[in-house]
């Protein structure tokens, strides 16, 4: 080997899952454990970048970095998301891949799959924030939106409350309300799930527990629906209507100062000046480091919006590439072998 080459390991999601990574409850925990780390300083949280290429339907590529100070590893998210992807071609709406570099001498020792990661992160999020605001003995979750996120927040939802025994979901089409069951029924095989045909009403009054997960930029949840005493998690950019928000008792946000200047409907209504700072009752890690309370009472509406941080991506991109790494999957590839004038041949490979 020569003193200059440079080497990764490349992992595929099938690396991955073949590994061991699909563990929610590791996710959850990694998620804990790093935003702890974000409240005491250890990470380095730069503003994402994001490209729109349609502002209608919101397709966009996204470069998200972070890095992990104690860890010494620097990370990257190249995320994609085109919502018109199913209705119209039948693909997924969201792929994305992972670059990890050590910070010792800046060399890349991981280029992976970043879909199942980031979905996971999604659904993990949700759930720490159910951990802590979420009823105990809950046991009804609702769902608009039967995507890969609203499945992953369902796998979460039930390690964060195994009480949940009663699963509604309202989707676009009859199609995807049928996959969405189909799917989680063998993973959950106890719990109840009910389509509703679309009927968004349906699915969410008197769940204890209420996801909207989708691509629409419209007030689909309605304030009517939310009963006292039921925990909202909010995955989109604007998926309720203005009174959900101001009828909440708790507002709480993985990150404000992010989620201000996003589209969310908390963004929303801080740009129309109807809502501000001193509404947010808390951050996520402010809840996890105990420095903030969850939930105080069975009658709280609490609302919590994750905009999505890319330092929680990058921690957990890292647990999933050394359980592979140890789990001997993947290949590793050469980025080069020498230098580039050290290559023997290199007068020959000059053009002018």
């Known amino acids: 080997m020569s003193h200059h080459e440079v080497d990764f390991n490349y ?60 860890e010494k590893i620097c990370g990257m998210k190249w995320v994609s998301v085109f919502p018109e992807n199913p209705r119209k071609y039948n693909l997924q709406n969201l792929s994305a891949i992972f670059v990890l570099s050590e910070i010792e001498h800046g060399f890349p020792v991981a280029v992976m799959d970043g879909t199942l990661a980031s979905n996971m992160r999604v659904g993990a999020v949700g759930a720490v924030a159910a951990k802590y605001l979420a009823k105990k003995d809950a046991q009804t979750i609702g769902f608009i939106g039967a995507g890969e996120q609203a499945k992953m927040h369902l796998l979460a939802m039930k390690v964060a409350r195994p009480s949940l025994k009663i699963c509604r979901v309202s989707a676009l089409s009859k199609a995807e309300e049928h996959e969405f069951i189909t799917q989680l029924l063998p993973v959950l095989p106890d719990m109840q799930f009910i389509p509703t045909n679309g009927n968004a009403k349906s699915a969410m009054e008197d769940a204890d527990i209420l996801v909207t997960a989708t691509s629409a930029q419209a007030p689909l949840l309605k304030a009517d629906w939310v009963k006292p005493g039921a925990f909202y998690s909010h995955v989109g950019g604007w998926e309720d209507e203005y009174a959900v928000v101001t009828q909440s008792d708790k507002i709480v946000c993985d990150d404000w100062k992010t989620v201000m200047h996003r589209t969310q409907t908390l963004s929303r209504m801080y740009n129309e000046g109807l809502l501000s700072s001193h509404d947010l009752h808390a951050d996520l890690h402010e809840l996890v480091a105990g420095d903030k309370p969850g939930r105080e009472s069975e009658q709280e509406r609490i609302y919590f919006n994750a905009v999505g941080l890319s330092y929680l991506d990058v921690a957990i991109a ?16 050469a980025l080069q072998h020498e230098m580039i004038f050290e290559h023997p041949d290199i007068a020959k490979k000059i053009r002018f």
Do not use: H
């Open 11 to 70: 992992f595929s999601q099938e690396d991955l899952l073949d590994s061991g990574c699909f563990d929610m409850q590791l996710i959850m925990d990694v998620v804990e454990q790093t935003l702890l780390a974000f409240e005491k300083g250890s990470i380095m949280f730069p503003e994402k970048i994001v490209q729109i290429f349609d502002p209608r339907t919101q397709e966009r590529i996204n470069c998200l970095p972070a890095t992990m100070l104690d």
């Open 318 to 333: 890292l647990t999933m590439y050394r359980k592979a790494k140890d789990a001997r999957v993947g290949k590793s590839l």
